[in-house]
T-cell receptor, first 113, second 109 residues
Framework: DGGITQSPKYLFRKEGQNVTLSCEQNLNHDAMYWYRQDPGQGLRLIYYSQIVNDFQKGDIAEGYSVSREKKESFPLTVTSAQKNPTAFYLC????????????FGSGTQLSVL | KNEVEQSPQNLTAQEGEFITINCSYS?????LHWLQQHPGGGIVSLFM?????KKHGRLIATINIQEKHSSLHITASHPRDSAVYIC???????????WGAGTKLIIKP
């Protein structure tokens, strides 16, 4: 079955450490997104990509980086520059021009040790 | 003021009750989305609508473009409907969504 796989489900980061969250989809979707979710708040867009080898900053890109070397993969790195990384991170994808077919991964909870 | 506002923030009801969750927005949109987030964190898209009404099983979504308002209704609610329901709007010419903060629904048996 097609879908989006995020890993790991739980991740712990030490001070000054970079960590990478994985997002893989086998839906053949062009567009992929990374969102951050904090308790009681709406999802906030970190980065998005509409095509391989291209991506754009969202509303809260500072302290994060991404790559889109393959259509199916859109990893997110939380760098040491992100001072408040504790949050739930969600990856999503959809076909080009079709937000109606928006699929989400199951999320990664990142916490700081 | 947030561009997408949901009410209520929290809702607890008894099994079988008719549920209404509201969403108001202040920007021009191309479509409005209703999504469901289960306690495990995964999100499922329920509806995308740009006018009128859509129905899927016990779920009904309506939108009034002139009033910039949408409602999600659940008929004959069941404990398995307990989840966070999220409203989001998409604007012309991009893929980005503007998200509401969500409504946490608890249905008691």
């Amino acid at each position: 079955d097609g879908g989006i796989t995020q890993s790991p489900k739980y991740l712990f980061r030490k001070e000054g450490q970079n960590v990478t969250l994985s997002c893989e989809q086998n839906l053949n979707h062009d567009a992929m997104y990374w969102y951050r979710q904090d308790p009681g708040q709406g999802l906030r867009l970190i980065y998005y990509s509409q095509i391989v080898n291209d991506f754009q900053k969202g509303d809260i890109a500072e302290g994060y980086s991404v790559s889109r070397e393959k259509k199916e993969s859109f990893p997110l790195t939380v760098t040491s520059a992100q001072k408040n990384p504790t949050a739930f991170y969600l990856c999503a994808s959809c076909p080009r021009d079709s937000l109606e077919k928006l699929f989400f991964g199951s999320g990664t909870q990142l916490s700081v040790l | 003021k947030n561009e997408v506002e949901q009410s209520p923030q929290n809702l607890t009801a008894q099994e079988g009750e008719f549920i209404t969750i509201n969403c108001s927005y202040s920007v021009g949109i191309s479509a409005l989305h209703w999504l469901q987030q289960h306690p495990g964190g995964g999100i499922v898209s329920l509806f995308m609508l740009s006018s009128g009404k859509k129905k899927h099983g016990r779920l009904i979504a309506t939108i009034n473009i002139q009033e910039k308002h949408s409602s999600l209704h659940i008929t004959a609610s069941h404990p398995r409907d307990s989840a966070v329901y999220i409203c989001a709007v998409s604007r012309d010419s991009n893929y980005q969504l503007i998200w509401g903060a969500g409504t946490k629904l608890i249905i008691k048996p």
